[in-house]
């Protein structure tokens, strides 16, 4: 599943779907996308582009919400929608990437034993996006397991190191580097890059650095990364401000 990929059988409905998807920096708009690709994914049943694009968009919808019995609710809902189109397809690397993404968040809200009873199977969805398309949404594989890293080091580390020995902190911040110097600007780039430097060599040379690159980025360069960059830079600047 890649931007503007059409599911079958989707047509106006779905592009119907995408014109409120793209103006998701509203919340409702970007209900009524989820809603729509909700009931577009029922109706074709076995399609797995439109199950992966539930899971993004539910994943979208938690991860702006204000309350977190509200985010892990939206999160485990994604979660859901992305299992469905794995069932149908088990190597569809959008699926695969958001089932990991709305699961792995979902779990966070979880205490410590329940929240690692979900981490072989996100780490085994994320051995498979290692295997099969590392690239994917602008090597999201590194914000993912930079932001883990930053959030859960402990057992992310153990079981990032069982499951992709390749992929450490180091080797994550250099693809976060790739991925700024070669991919559109996404302001949760330059704020990973910036905890991890901190967090690893208390850094404050890139915390200042990635500081300055927020504030100075063009949020609209690639409009559809636009929504998510308007709602991050506010959150990126505080944690980085913070920090240096």
Known sequence: MHEREIP?????????AIEAWDARLDDAEALRAATLLEALARDARADADAWAWCARA??????????????????????????????LAPEHVGALFWSAC????????????RRASH?????????????????????????FVGQALIRQPGIV????SVAMPSIGPASVQQMLRTSIAQHPPLVLNYQTLGQLAWIERRDRATVREMREAVEKLDLDAEPLLAPENHRDRP??????DELR
């Open 119 to 143: 981490a072989p199977e996100v780490a085994g969805y994320l051995k498979k996006i290692l295997e099969l398309e590392p690239g994917y949404y602008y090597l999201g594989l590194a914000r």
């Open 8 to 16: 079958v059988g989707g047509g106006d409905r779905f592009r119907e």
């Open 102 to 113: 709305c699961l792995g968040s979902a779990a966070e809200a979880l205490g410590p034993l």
């Open 235 to 240: 959150r990126a600047l505080r944690i980085l």
């Open 58 to 87: 539910y994943y979208y919808l938690a991860d702006y919400h204000p309350s977190e019995r509200g985010r892990r609710r939206l999160f485990e809902t994604g979660a859901k929608h992305g299992k469905k189109a794995l069932a």
């Open 157 to 160: 580390t153990k079981l990032i």
